[in-house]
């Protein structure tokens, strides 16, 4: 059975900090694309970060320089290290992870809400 279980959200002020995580479980991880997605009320779902099998990395210009993703493939655990937050990052962040080229691997977390009060 597969999951993806988040953890670490919660209420914070702005400047602070948090840390999610992600702990997987019957997938590949290691050959997995492991990714942090947020949606905010009224928005579409957004990827804030990826992290690949090689452990490159991908940001959007919103967070870059902020957040920072990594991965333990021998806990197959993946994580959000997000600093210097804002109101606007203020969103359910969702794990999600696929293996490029496997069809049907696709995953997605439930999601842990992240609120960033001004």
């Known amino acids: 059975q597969v999951q993806l279980v988040e953890s670490g959200g919660g209420l914070v002020q702005a400047g602070e900090s948090l840390r999610l995580s992600c702990a997987a479980s019957?997938?590949?991880?290691?050959?997995?694309?492991m990714e942090w997605y947020r949606q905010a009320p009224g928005k579409q779902r957004e990827l804030v970060a990826a992290?690949?099998?090689?452990?490159?990395?991908n940001y959007p210009d919103s967070v870059k320089g902020r957040f920072t993703i990594t991965r333990d493939n021998a806990k197959k655990m993946v994580y959000l290290q997000m600093n210097s937050l804002k109101p606007e990052d203020t969103a359910v962040y969702y794990c999600?992870?696929?293996?490029?080229?496997?069809?049907?691997?696709?995953?997605w977390g439930q999601g842990t809400q992240v609120t960033v009060s001004s």
């Open positions: 019957g997938i590949v991880f290691s050959s997995s694309v």
């Open positions: 999600h992870s696929y293996r490029p080229f496997a069809p049907a691997s696709e995953y």
């Open positions: 992290i690949t099998a090689s452990t490159s990395t």
